[in-house]
């Protein structure tokens, strides 16, 4: 049976951009501003507070691994007040040696390895909500082992070195977010996926995507009454099933349209629709654009490159 959060990971084709070393001293904070590209950092030595804007403030410790899939703005810091450094990402120039905040010399109270990496799919936006807005997970040494992996092989010119980053990011991603999944209470896929009954109805519209599914379908397979399915769904998941089904549904369209290679007719039929007439209306009503114009708006993207 399909595995949902592979498809997931896969679908939103993560991508390394950056990774850098992390130290502070002494008193010493600094508050990012909200960035939108997924964040990663692996705490290896000593230990530092997080505050992520709508999240509970964390004390992060050596071992401890966090990813912000959309990364908001948050606040990193030591624990003596002070007023925190103001960084903006997206205009930060990148550097290849370890950044030191607070005192200069002596050691760090804390090292950190982290950067942030590019999800290349357009609808990582709809993927993305599915996912907790922090993953904490801490004492997992295979995630800290993934982090130095990223950080070295990015500082190489080897070749393979771009398709080695992304799939280093993907196993990162799936590594996180099955640590987490057992423990999140935010609705999304994990929350979803850790729910014995939900989680056989996930796989199944992700086996058979092609399938005519209804929510009654859907709960039978799950051994549910159907009100109590449909209720169950959306307090896990934090949408409906069809609605769910329909988003999964236009995203691996999307995937195959991008593709170039494959007729309107047989996008249609591969993700559940009859026709194409009855998917272009389905796409048109979700997208605010019809397949054909999706389709030329990426050939016209890609000539400007």
Not at 77 to 104: C, H, L, N, Q, W
Not at 133 to 148: E, I
Not at 252 to 258: E, G
């Amino acid at each position: 049976m399909a595995d949902p959060l592979s498809q997931v990971i896969e679908l939103l084709r993560p991508r390394a951009v950056f990774s850098k070393g992390i130290s502070g001293a002494g008193r010493w904070a600094v508050r990012y501003a909200e960035f939108g590209q997924p964040g990663f950092a692996a705490v290896t030595e000593g230990r530092c507070r997080l505050a992520v804007d709508g999240e509970e403030q964390v004390v992060l410790e050596e071992g401890d691994f966090v990813l912000l899939p959309a990364t908001p703005a948050f606040t990193m810091s030591g624990f003596e007040p002070v007023s925190p450094e103001f960084i903006d990402p997206k205009t930060a120039p990148g550097v290849a040696t370890e950044v030191r905040y607070g005192r200069p010399d002596g050691p760090p109270d804390v090292r950190q390895f982290g950067g942030y990496f590019s999800f290349e799919s357009p609808d990582a936006a709809m993927v993305v909500s599915l996912l907790p807005r922090m993953v904490h997970v801490r004492s997992v040494p295979r995630l800290t082992q993934l982090v130095r992996l990223v950080g070295e092989e990015a500082e190489r010119e080897n070749l393979g070195r771009d398709l080695i980053l992304a799939r280093l990011v993907e196993i990162l991603l799936i590594e996180a977010l099955r640590a987490v999944s057992l423990h999140t209470s935010q609705p999304g896929i994990l929350r979803g996926l850790s729910d014995p009954r939900i989680a056989v109805a996930l796989r199944k519209m992700h086996s058979d995507i092609q399938r005519s599914w209804t929510a009654a379908d859907l709960a039978r397979e799950a051994g549910m009454s159907r009100s109590s399915f449909f209720e169950r769904f959306i307090r896990t998941v934090g949408t409906s099933p069809m609605e769910y089904l329909l988003g999964w549904r236009i995203a691996v369209a999307k995937s195959l349209l991008r593709s170039g290679a494959i007729s309107l007719e047989e996008v249609a039929g591969r993700i559940g629709y009859g026709s194409a007439s009855t998917f272009c209306t389905a796409f048109t009503r979700q997208e605010g654009q019809s397949p054909g114009r999706f389709m030329r708006t990426l050939i016209s993207a890609h000539a400007k490159l």
